[in-house]
């Protein structure tokens, strides 16, 4: 694993989009793998800046997204549909139908997971795959665990990723308890991999990454380790308690 590290929340950015830009702008047709919250937004401007001065084109891109929460309609504020509409989407030169992001609205969870598997077999192989991670490990919504699945699932959420990601909601209780996620297989599903970690509340889960020397389904993030050409890119604070970086 590649490891990159930034002054800043902002210098992540501005580095994610450019590490972004050199995977993708080569290509016609480039594949982007997309995750929401707090970490990529930065780097979500960054591209719809690139994106308006002529410098990166999303007209033939086609993007997948890791997740969603199950039950929530993809008009909601919280939902990731909205996040990803509203932080790039709306922004860019992208058409609606290159968007793929999982949906599970209704009762047939089973069919929202096969239809899922289908898009992103569709798809393919990405040129390049955003990721941040949860304080627990958790990559998507790959939440720890004595068995983590390949493929897309549904997943109950773990009650630290509950009050963790309450700070968008009116409150815990409103926080829905399942998501449809990507698998682990469909993760490492891209040639470059970019995870990214910043601020001191990441700094633990940071170490863990890097001084871990083995798989642990508990952590799902150490199942990164596995992509061989992974970057993980972090800011000072992020990396502020590392010590060992030997492999
Ligand atoms: C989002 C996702 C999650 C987040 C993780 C970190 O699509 O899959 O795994 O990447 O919860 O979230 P932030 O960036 O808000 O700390």
């Known amino acids: ?83 990803m509409y509203e932080n790039l989407f709306n922004h860019i030169n992208i058409r609606p139908e290159h968007i793929h992001i999982p949906l599970a609205e209704g009762d047939r969870l089973d069919k929202a997971v096969a239809h899922y598997n289908a898009e992103l077999d569709y798809v393919g192989r990405r040129d390049i795959q955003i990721l941040g991670m949860g304080h627990n490990g958790h990559i998507a919504f790959i939440e720890p665990s004595d068995k983590l699945s390949l493929r897309t699932c549904v997943v109950e959420l773990t009650p630290e990723t509950i009050a963790a990601n309450s700070r968008f909601f009116a409150s815990e209780d409103d926080v829905p308890r399942q998501a449809i996620t990507m698998g682990i297989k469909d993760i490492l599903n891209t040639d470059t991999l970019l995870i990214m970690a910043t601020g001191e509340g990441k700094a633990p889960t940071v170490k863990r990454l890097i001084e871990g020397k083995r798989l642990n389904t508990h952590f799902p993030a150490s199942m990164l380790h596995l992509h061989t050409n992974a970057i993980l890119l972090v800011d000072e604070a992020a990396y502020s308690l590392v010590e060992d970086v030997h492999e």
């Open 1 to 83: 694993m590649k490891i990159i590290v930034c002054k800043d929340y902002d210098a992540v950015s501005k580095k994610g989009a450019s590490i972004v830009k050199d995977a993708i702008s080569m290509y016609r047709k480039p594949k982007l793998g997309l995750a929401t919250g707090s970490t990529p937004e930065g780097l979500y401007r960054e591209l719809i800046a690139m994106n308006q001065s002529g410098e990166l084109n999303f007209e033939h891109a086609e993007t997948v997204n890791l997740d969603e929460y199950v039950g929530i309609d993809s008009s909601n504020e919280q939902s990731y549909h909205y996040y």
